[in-house]
């Protein structure tokens, strides 16, 4: 059996005092997109924030597996080195800084750590130029401060641009439908599937199906309480959607 | 961390119709405390001196210690010299053309408000303060407030006490717990404010007559609202009052403190201590609403209001809360602070300043951040018209230790009118480099599509200008206490009337 | 006010007193033996307490023998150069600019220590005349050669209406413990745009003191970049005027400190008349235990109505143990206006630093990123592109070169 992309081993953390994720169990195959469905408050962005290594969380129990190699003593730069990338549901501005600086950073730090030579600036221009066509962004966009004054859908269409460009072997999408019309969405889930490759696996956390309509899962999973209490395939957002989440509320307990 | 100042007003909110119509309903007469109660009184000798000194320790039958104590300050006064970096202008303080003590001659230790004399009753009934421990006015419930009503240099009556000891606290005037509360005095007095802190304070030290004394055993909820009332009647008389407030763990008390002084020609001078202690997980809630005699339109005469106060976050997530309103005044020299000394201790600051005619006002707070994860919050709202000064000068410090502190301050200035000033002297001092502080000031005039809006909508120019200024100060308005809302709101239409047109 | 006490005075004092009686300067000898260096009562020294600062006053500056390397070298510029207070001869200047001398100091009388002991040591300043609008970048290189020196020198420019210039100040010199004292005054006629940079980039020894007063008249524009990158002890004091209606200003100031170093901004700007308008932003970046200091005062005359003008003072701390001081200040006694000021203060952002990091760039690459960032908004206005490239390479320096 070959190793799965990701494996998530009875993992348990807290911000704080609070323990927020209480035994999550989850494998995720490569090639395969899974979908995690929960309410707000229920620990789902927690998730995405551990997985990429945020410093507030506090791993207290379990194991995390990228490739079968545990993450959990890397930092954040050396994760996303390893193939994690979070497509954040509030991207950060960060002011002074030109997009394109920032993102032939990235990219650089990434091959170097690699080991790779440094991406030639013609070769790092085409690179861009070839994505940001994809998802309608013109070089305009990209010389501004990376995510200021952008809107809703131009933070998550930037997002999107730097999974492609950074090409991750793991997706974590954290709610990348809130925000977005409907043309946004499709432009945005255009994207998305144009990166599903039999090497790649993506986790996508939403709240609603809808996003689920554009990017079609190969598992649901419903996430309650800090953990998982239902798997199933894609009918299982179908069915959150028309019941509610009060059913799966303590079924584990 | 954005949410939790989710509620800073802009001056677009809303205003309630009960402003409006408060607002509408005001009284005529601009100051309306200004009337003089004919009392006979008993006075020291005119000036300060260390026989003054030793005429009101004496006069209070204090033990020796005290008066030793107050002999100290005085010796230290005399090396002292007036602060001078207040913007404030005033001409030279006679300190020997005045008098230090002055009390009521009818009733120098009324046991209980039977012995009040009547005069004296009627005088805080025409001033809006209970003495009588009644509560169902015709019909109506209302909170409980315990009163300390101190006239010149005494305590007159304290209402409430017996409810208040049932529970272990302790509220009575200070001339009365330096007799009968010696260990708790001793051990708190001046543990806050220095003897020699500055030169007011310092006089304060040698020649205080009378305040309040509260003691919050640990584990206390204080039932009432507590509160003083301040009245400065006597002519060419200094009024020194000196609090002390100390809320052991886990107590918590709200406290008020009120004044008002007749109209007269002549300025006199106020200059008051307060101190508050808070220990671990205690909360002491501080409101005033300052209303002292602010001088006649061209300037003359009015109190001169020198006042120190600070509170001691002395116990680990204690809070001080410190809301004022400072309307009256012919100079206001006033900054109560908190030193954040307790790890995870919160101070707060929530002011309102108006001046009007020739008022000079010097305000604003200090926040010294020592503990670690300690956190500040500071509002603070000037509204200069006519032609005063208004400044608000503020202190933001945290100490090298003070990890995590946390401080965010705003303070808006409203002008009403071209002769005034409005300034703003903040200093902020981050000495830790995890400390995060936020400052932010503004200064404008009322709009004048604002105002146009309210007078096409029928307000006069003087109710719109009252209307406007209830809710550029409605975020500091929400901190005081109930019945000092809406005392307040009419405040400040009759401390701004005259300021238009 | 009653100010009876002496002042006891500390070696610094007696020095300068006697410098100040050789030169004949005895009423500012007599101001210092009054009242002393100023402390931290003085209110605009609040934070720079020279009392205490500044312990020792080398000898007054001798004429230079040799001269340094230039500290900054921007292709294309006229260079000016005045070493210890000597103005040096200078080539041929660019259409439109005529060079000159004068007598004496520039800056008008004020109730201030550094005003006074530029007034008093001046001996003569360098008067720049931009009768058009010039087209290089105009530097003017002030140095403090040799032994440590106390340096005097002064610079006044008039700028002709609608004219418009780039005027670069550098400050450097040998690696002695130099006292400097630099004056230059700017006068903007009506509609002219003037773009004023000065990087202090004096011996870590030294102590660099720079006072500016700017004239600004109707309709003109200035814009100011004062960077603090050199001397362990630095103060530019701001004194800009905005004198007719549409006057601009946008005063900015970068301190950038290391350990053991103090650098102070001071700004008093006066709002004379209506209708003019500023945007003053100061940035501080401080490690180690490095102490960077703003002052801001932003002053509305009476009757100055329709002043727009907002003050922003951004503080980054990059270690436990800097400190970062800030005194923005608002005097108003116009009623018609917008004014306000805001400071922060605080570490570099988590956020940021975390999104940073989860794209793969290494914890220190995106520090130096962010710090970046946060400067950039003072280098990004400067159009003239081989001036902004030396500034962003006197700030990389400072960035990369660690502590």
Redesign the interface.
């Known amino acids: 059996m070959t190793t799965p992309i990701l494996e998530i081993r009875n993992l348990h953390a807290r911000i704080e005092e609070r323990e927020i994720l209480k035994g999550v169990n989850l494998t995720i195959p490569a090639g395969q997109v899974h979908a995690i469905m929960g309410r707000n408050g229920s620990g789902k962005s927690t998730l995405s924030y551990v997985l990429a290594g945020k410093e507030d969380y506090e791993v207290t129990e379990g194991e995390i597996l990228l490739n079968g190699e545990n993450i959990l003593d890397m930092d954040p730069a050396e994760r996303a080195v390893a193939g994690i990338f979070l497509a954040f549901q509030y991207p950060i501005e960060i002011p002074g800084v030109a997009t394109m600086t920032f993102l032939k950073a990235a990219i650089n730090a990434q091959r170097k750590a690699r080991g790779e030579g440094e991406l030639s600036t013609p070769d790092f221009m085409r690179a861009v130029k070839e994505a940001g066509t994809q998802l309608n962004i013109d070089s305009d966009m990209l010389k501004r401060p990376l995510n200021v004054g952008f809107s809703g859908g131009e933070k998550k269409r930037a997002e999107i641009l730097q999974m492609a460009l950074l090409k991750p072997a793991l997706c974590v999408l954290d709610e990348t439908d809130s925000g977005l019309d409907i043309d946004a969405l499709q432009v945005v889930s255009k994207g998305v599937n144009a990166l599903r490759d039999a090497n790649r696996s993506m986790l996508v956390i939403t709240h609603y199906q809808r996003l689920l309509n554009h990017i079609v899962p190969d598992v649901v999973h419903v996430f309650s309480d800090g953990r998982i209490v239902e798997s199933g395939d894609k009918d299982l957002a179908l069915q959150l959607e028309a019941k509610g989440y009060a059913d799966f509320d303590g079924a584990l307990a | 961390m954005a949410d939790d100042y989710a509620d800073i007003p802009t001056l677009k909110e809303n205003i309630d119709r009960a402003t409006v119509d408060s607002v509408r309903s005001l009284d005529v007469d601009k100051y309306k405390y200004g009337f003089e109660t004919d009392i006979e009184s008993d006075m020291a000798p005119k000036g300060l001196s260390e026989d003054t000194v030793r005429f009101i320790s004496k006069k209070k039958n204090e033990p020796q210690w005290m008066l030793d104590w107050r002999l100290e300050a005085y010796r230290r006064f005399l090396t002292m ?2 602060p ?2 207040a913007k404030v202008h005033y001409p030279q303080i006679d300190l020997q053309d005045m008098y230090y003590y002055a009390a009521p001659k009818s009733s120098p230790a009324p046991k209980s408000l039977d012995e009040v004399d009547p005069a004296l009753i009627a005088m805080y009934d025409k001033l809006g303060v209970p003495l009588k421990e009644r509560e169902i006015l015709a019909g109506v419930e209302r909170p409980k407030v315990a009163v300390d009503a101190v006239m010149d240099s005494v305590s007159v009556v304290t209402t409430f006490r017996e409810e208040l000891s049932k529970v272990g606290i302790i509220f009575c005037s200070i001339s009365e717990a330096i007799r009968e509360y010696p260990e708790l005095v001793q051990k708190y007095l001046a543990s806050v404010v220095p003897v020699s802190d500055n030169y007011y304070a310092t006089l304060n030290s040698a020649v205080f007559t009378d305040g309040s004394f509260v003691y919050i055993p640990k584990g206390v909820r204080c039932p009432m609202e507590l509160s003083t009332y301040f009245r400065i009647n006597e002519k060419k008389t200094g009024q020194f009052e000196r609090t002390l407030i100390i809320a052991e763990a886990d107590s918590y008390v709200s406290y008020l403190e009120g004044c008002t002084a007749p109209m007269r020609d002549e300025a006199q001078l106020h200059a008051a201590v307060v101190e508050l202690v808070a220990l671990d997980n205690a909360e002491i809630k501080y409101s005033t609403v300052q209303n002292w005699y602010p001088g006649d339109k061209d300037g003359k005469g009015g109190i001169y209001n020198f006042v120190t106060k600070r509170g001691d976050c002395r116990g680990a997530n204690s809070k001080i809360s410190w809301t004022q309103v400072e309307t009256g005044s012919a100079i206001t020299w006033k900054y109560p602070s908190c030193i954040l000394r307790g790890d995870g201790s919160r101070g707060e600051f929530y002011s309102i300043a108006i001046s009007n005619g020739y008022q000079q006002v010097d305000s604003g707070t200090k926040m010294l951040h020592l503990g670690k994860n300690t956190s500040s919050r500071i509002i603070a709202k000037g509204i200069a018209a006519g032609f005063s000064d208004n400044t608000y000068r503020g202190q933001v410090s945290a100490h ?1 230790k003070a990890k995590n502190a946390r401080n965010f301050t705003q303070c808006d ?1 409203l ?31 009322i709009s004048d599509d604002q105002m146009f809006y309210c007078q096409q909508r029928g307000l006069s120019e003087e109710d719109a200008v009252a209307l406007i200024v209830n809710g550029f100060v409605r975020d500091v308005l929400q901190h005081l206490p109930m019945e000092f809302m809406v005392e307040t709101q009419k405040l400040i239409a009759i401390s701004l009337e005259g300021s238009v047109g | 006010m009653r100010q009876t006490m002496p002042v006891r005075l500390g070696a610094a004092e007696d020095t300068l007193i006697a410098q100040l009686k050789s030169v004949g300067a005895d009423a500012t000898a007599e101001r210092i033996t009054v009242a002393g260096l100023p402390t931290r009562r003085v209110e605009s020294y609040h934070y720079t307490d020279l009392k205490t600062l500044l312990r020792t006053i080398p000898p007054l500056a001798q004429a230079a023998n040799e001269a340094s390397a230039p500290a900054l070298r921007v292709p294309g510029a006229y260079q000016l150069m005045i070493a210890n207070g000597v103005i040096q001869a200078a080539s041929t200047a660019p259409a439109g600019v005529i060079v000159g001398k004068a007598h004496g100091g520039v800056l008008t009388t004020r109730d201030d220590v550094l005003v006074h002991l530029n007034g008093a040591f001046a001996k003569e300043s360098l008067t720049l005349t931009l009768e058009n609008s010039i087209d290089p970048v105009i530097q003017i290189d002030r140095r403090s050669e040799g032994e440590a020196a106390h340096v005097t020198d002064s610079l006044k420019v008039f700028v002709a209406d609608g004219a418009s210039a780039v005027i670069l100040e550098t400050f450097s010199g040998s690696d002695a413990a130099h006292v400097g004292n630099h004056a230059t005054y700017i006068a903007l006629g009506k509609g002219a745009t003037v773009t004023h940079i000065t990087v202090d980039l004096s011996p870590r020894a030294a102590a660099h003191f720079a006072s500016n007063e700017y004239h600004v008249g109707e309709g003109a524009k200035l814009r100011t970049l004062a960077i603090h990158a050199g001397a362990g002890l630095s103060r530019t004091q701001l004194f800009p005027r905005y004198e007719g209606a549409g006057a601009h200003g946008d005063i900015t100031g970068l301190n950038l400190v290391s350990d053991g170093q103090h650098a102070d901004f001071t700004m008093d700007a006066l709002h004379a008349v209506p209708q003019t308008t500023s945007q003053p932003l100061f940035k501080s970046i401080a490690r180690g235990r490095g102490k960077a200091v703003v002052q801001g005062k932003l002053v509305v005359a009476r009757d100055a109505q329709k002043t727009d003008a907002k003050l922003m003072s951004q503080g980054l701390m990059l270690s436990d143990e800097a400190e970062i001081l800030s005194k923005p200040e608002l005097e108003i006694y116009a009623d018609d206006v917008v004014c306000g000021h805001g400071s922060t203060c605080g570490k570099l952002d988590e956020e940021s630093m975390f999104y940073l990091t989860s794209r793969g760039i290494p914890k220190e690459e995106a520090e130096t990123m962010l710090v970046r960032g946060f400067i950039e908004e003072l280098v990004d206005p400067i159009e003239d592109e081989a001036l902004a490239e030396a500034l962003h390479g006197i700030i990389d320096g400072w960035l990369l070169g660690g502590k």
């Open positions: 010299t007036e001078t970096w090298a200035s002008l009403i009118g071209d002769k005034c000033g409005a300034h703003t002297v903040p200093y902020i001092e981050s000495r830790n480099g995890t400390a995060v502080f936020e400052h932010e000031a503004t200064t404008s005039k």
